[in-house]
């Protein structure tokens, strides 16, 4: 059985061979791209119903030395398999707690909150309570401005021992948030036993608005669960004001998007109406 496995690599799929090897020589890259230094942190603003910055979402860049920008749609997932995504996690983590300390002595942004997304390898780590509190510690940010996004795969993998680990960090202030709400394998019955702060809606749904009926039902009740179960609720993907108005009409008060503002460097981030 062995020899013909063997074999049957000799037929193999030439297409499929080629997107392996290139699959590897990414993952070897992203290897050396964190102590080479090709991470990047990007930022994008929420807003509230009058257009002012709330928060801020922390998104990952990889400057790619000879590919380019490298989407983390892309390598965020290879990340996961391997591994890397606790290396890469922690970077992230520290990177944005160092910005969201610098917000916090300003006065004039002292307000700001910061989204962290979490990957669920990460969040699994068995010190990854101690890390997030280690991290705030050393940089100085303040836990209660501090929001760990999480997705429901996580939840529904390790649903006590994700339970505990989100009910320790909350004691210390820090908020959570649910991503991507609607497209995972929704029970909507942990809504009511995680502590929770925020639901942002996926902007699968966001895009189909005005389109769709569906996207619109789904939509508008996400909005009122949201409200009923007393969390804060963000829109993602807010491309229209179509869709902003919309969105108002239907009772949602917090918006992110690329009418707002697509992610940028820290330095190119407006946070002024
Ligand atoms: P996400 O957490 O759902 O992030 C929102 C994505 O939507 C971002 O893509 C953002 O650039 C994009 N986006 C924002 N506004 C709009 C809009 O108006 N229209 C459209 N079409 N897209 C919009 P991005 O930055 O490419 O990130 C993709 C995904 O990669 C993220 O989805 C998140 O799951 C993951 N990711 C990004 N940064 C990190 C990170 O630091 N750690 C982890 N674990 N995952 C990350
Ligand atoms: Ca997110
Ligand atoms: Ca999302
Ligand atoms: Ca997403």
Same mark, same amino acid.
């Given at each position: 059985a062995k020899a013909a496995g063997r074999n049957t690599l000799a037929f193999f799929d030439p297409e499929m061979q080629v997107r392996l090897q290139a699959r590897a020589r990414l993952e070897a890259d992203l290897r050396q791209a964190l102590p080479k230094g090709e991470l990047r942190l990007y930022y994008q603003p929420q807003v509230d119903e009058r257009g002012v910055v709330i928060g801020v979402e922390a998104l990952v860049r990889w400057q790619h030395p000879v590919r380019g920008q490298v989407s983390p749609g892309e390598f965020i997932p290879l990340a996961e398999e391997n591994r890397l995504i606790v290396a890469i996690g922690h970077w992230v983590l520290e990177t944005a707690c160092r910005q969201l300390a610098a917000w916090a002595a300003d006065p004039a942004r002292s307000a700001l909150s910061l989204s962290v997304n979490v990957s669920p390898r990460q969040f699994r780590e068995p010190d990854f309570v101690d890390r997030v509190l280690e991290t705030l510690e050393a940089t100085g940010a303040p836990a209660s401005r501090l929001k760990l996004e999480v997705t429901e795969s996580l939840l529904l993998e390790a649903r006590d021992e994700a339970r505990s680990r989100m009910l320790e960090l909350r004691a210390r202030g820090v908020g959570f948030a649910l991503d991507?709400? +609607?497209? +995972?394998?929704?029970?909507?019955a942990y809504l009511k036993r995680l502590p929770l702060d925020q639901l942002k809606i996926d902007q699968s749904f966001v895009r189909d608005l005005l389109e769709d009926e569906a996207s619109e039902a789904i939509v508008a009740s996400t909005i009122a669960l949201a409200q009923s179960l007393k969390l804060e609720v963000v829109a993602e993907g807010v491309e229209t004001e179509a869709q902003r108005a919309w969105l108002l009409a239907h009772g949602c008060r917090a918006f992110q998007g690329y009418l707002f503002g697509?992610?940028?460097?820290v330095e190119a981030l407006e946070l002024d109406a």
């Open positions: 991507d709400f +609607g497209t +995972g394998y929704s029970s909507l697509r992610p940028v460097a």
